[in-house]
């Protein structure tokens, strides 16, 4: 059975950065699109980023509200992925969760594996 863990969530103050992780077990990274999802109460879990599996050219997909604070990554010898983010506002505040998928894409319903999510808090 596939899993995926993300750690790497706390608290932190406006401008400063994280770096989330997403170990996966029982499945490669490399042989997947792996992409990170946000949400907040009461919303619909949003796209945040994507990087496509190896043999496609490890390209990447951000949201717009992400695009030069987030980079997705790969480290395929650690078998994880990661999310490095920084310059962060309030409104990067959500649960993250790390996702497993054949195709690089933004809608939620193409990603077949999930983690339980960690919690990112960004402090005005």
């Known amino acids: 059975q596939a899993q995926l863990i993300e750690s790497g969530g706390e608290l932190v103050q406006a401008g400063g950065s994280l770096k989330l992780s997403c170990a996966a077990s029982?499945?490669?990274?490399?042989?997947?699109?792996m992409a990170w999802f946000r949400q907040v109460p009461g919303k619909e879990r949003a796209f945040v980023a994507a990087?496509?599996?190896?043999?496609?050219?490890?390209?990447?997909l951000y949201a717009d509200s992400v695009k030069g604070r987030f980079t997705i990554s790969r480290d395929n010898a650690k078998n994880t992925a990661y999310l490095q983010m920084v310059n962060l506002k309030p409104e990067d505040t959500a649960v993250y969760y790390c996702?497993?998928?054949?195709?690089?894409?933004?809608?939620?319903?193409?990603?077949?594996?999930w983690g339980q999510g960690t919690r990112v808090t960004v402090s005005s």
């Open positions: 996702a497993s998928g054949p195709l690089l894409e933004k809608n939620p319903i193409e990603y077949g594996f």
């Open positions: 029982g499945l490669t990274v490399s042989a997947h699109t």
């Open positions: 990087i496509s599996r190896k043999e496609y050219g490890d390209s990447t």
